[in-house]
């Protein structure tokens, strides 16, 4: 399959096309057995539910689960480290760990029949993204605690894949790699293509004459902007995946190839539900909102109710790829990572949809938090594109501000760096340094 042909290649036709009222059925079933689990193996849950007064039998449909609490990244934190567990710590085969800026890191835990079930979504996963069984994997999220790398690696492996484990960094070989190898599938953050897509100028090599077709990207917020900066720099189709620790990592929705148009969120295994940020009442389709997931086979770890903190909608209009589940807009950011700039918020992937449209801008920026007396103050600090002279600097910092005001409605600094000034990524990218402290 080339890049982005339709070639209806579907890891599990059946489940994937399966009706929506069929799979309703199937998520109240398997949704009882969790909760049922879960009650009877977490005190955590026990206490939460008994607190209310909710049993797992009440569970006679899937709008009941609507009683039951919230579980927060705070609940994880508590129980730290193994808490959460709904199995003996003998039976957990691995855990992974979100380090998180404060606090403890949380800790998620898998039992073997939970590492089975994520190495097979991953592999539905990078299929629908375009991977093909027989396609060379260059994997670039990192190894380790952060589940990107190892989520990728074992859903590639069970696709058929010949996996190129190179995780984040060492950008110059990796380019080399690229090249010898022949990658079709390359699987990093979007703001770490972009700094391989420098390496590959640095080294001479055009990337567009490489044979990868697909960009599997994910674990960050980005725009669509920085996908047509990616898809014209490397002559691929860059889709959006989006997972989090808590719930399995990669792996929890994507977009398909063919309609790059929302992310189909895997309903066999997770139930999404969109809820008010600030009352918890459930919203419905095409409503805004925060999105609340519970896993429904997950046996070490259960997740009933997670409050992801992502804010987006789901629609379950069909999409042309024929697969039935539900779809989420692209993620614009975290509830936690909404900047209040004199009253407006703002999320910094909104910052980046104005910037990706700007003559004369690369693609790499940071906001920078400043406080003046009681106010606080945005700088937009963006780096110039190689071919701007610094006389234009004026007039590009003056068209950010003036484009940001119109179309966000903030006032802030632009200020224009030259090349290479803004620190790269290799894994997430830091977009926010907050200098307020
Ligand atoms: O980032 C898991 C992952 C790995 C997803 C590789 C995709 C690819 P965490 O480190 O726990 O897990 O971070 C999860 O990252 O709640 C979102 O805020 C953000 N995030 C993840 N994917 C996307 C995306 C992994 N496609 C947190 N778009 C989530 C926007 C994303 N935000």
């Known amino acids: 399959m080339s890049g982005g042909t339709y070639d209806g290649y579907l890891r599990n036709p059946e489940v994937e096309t399966l009706p929506r009222d069929k799979l309703r059925e199937l998520q109240l079933e398997k949704l009882q057995k969790t909760?049922?689990?879960?009650?009877?193996?977490?005190?955590?849950?026990?206490?939460a539910w008994d607190a209310v007064g909710a049993l797992p039998g009440d569970l006679k449909s899937l709008s009941d689960l609507a009683k039951f609490p919230f579980t927060v990244k705070d609940d994880l934190r508590a129980c730290y480290p193994f808490g959460m567990f709904a199995v003996p710590r003998d039976q957990v085969a691995r855990v992974h760990a979100s380090s998180g800026t404060t606090g403890r890191p949380t800790v998620v835990g898998y039992a073997k029949e939970d590492l089975n079930a994520w190495a097979e979504i991953m592999a539905r996963t990078l299929s629908c993204a375009g991977?093909?069984?027989?396609?060379?994997?260059?994997?670039?999220?990192?190894?380790?605690?952060?589940?990107?790398?190892?989520?990728?690696?074992?859903?590639?492996?069970?696709?058929?894949?010949?996996?190129?484990?190179?995780?984040?960094?060492?950008?110059?070989r990796q380019i080399l790699l690229l090249r010898d190898f022949g990658a079709r599938v390359l699987c990093a953050t979007p703001s770490y293509a972009l700094s391989l897509a420098e390496a590959?100028?640095?080294?001479?090599?055009?990337?567009?004459?490489?044979?990868?077709?697909?960009?599997f990207f994910g674990a960050e917020p980005w725009s669509e902007g920085l996908r047509a900066a990616l898809d014209e720099r490397w002559g691929f189709k860059a889709v959006d995946n989006y997972g989090l620790s808590e719930i399995i990592g990669p792996g929890v929705a994507c977009e398909c190839v063919e309609a790059r148009d929302g992310l189909h969120g895997w309903e066999d295994l997770f139930l999404?539900?969109?809820?008010?940020?600030?009352?918890?009442e459930?919203?419905?389709?095409?409503?805004?909102?925060?999105?609340?997931?519970?896993?429904?086979?997950k046996w070490a770890q259960p997740m009933i109710r997670y409050r992801t903190r992502d804010i987006t909608r789901l629609t379950d209009a069909p999409c042309l790829c024929g697969r039935t589940?539900?779809?989420?807009?692209?993620?614009?950011?975290r509830s936690d990572d909404m900047l209040i700039i004199r009253g407006v918020n703002v999320y910094p992937s909104q910052v980046e949809s104005v910037l990706m449209g700007l003559p004369g801008t690369a693609p790499h920026y940071q906001l920078v938090i400043t406080r003046d007396g009681a106010l606080d103050n945005l700088t937009v600090a963006v780096e110039a594109a190689a071919n701007s002279s610094v006389g234009d600097f004026d007039e590009i910092s003056g068209n950010i501000r003036r484009k940001l005001k119109e179309t966000i409605g903030i006032t802030c600094r632009a200020v224009v760096l030259a090349p290479g000034e803004i620190p790269r990524s290799e894994g997430k990218a830091v977009r926010v340094r907050d200098d307020r402290k």
């Open 35 to 47: 909760a049922f689990h879960a009650y009877a193996n977490v005190p955590r849950y026990k206490a």
């Open 131 to 172: 991977a093909r069984p027989g396609d060379i994997v260059h994997n670039a999220f990192g190894y380790g605690l952060f589940t990107g790398g190892l989520g990728v690696h074992y859903g590639a492996e069970r696709l058929g894949c010949t996996v190129v484990p190179v995780s984040g960094g060492m950008s110059e």
């Open 200 to 215: 590959a100028d640095r080294a001479g090599v055009d990337l567009r004459k490489l044979p990868v077709a697909v960009g």
């Open 272 to 280: 999404f539900e969109i809820i008010d940020p600030d009352t918890g």
């Open 282 to 297: 459930v919203r419905g389709m095409e409503e805004e909102g925060e999105l609340v997931i519970t896993t429904l086979a």
């Open 325 to 333: 589940h539900v779809r989420l807009k692209r993620v614009t950011g």
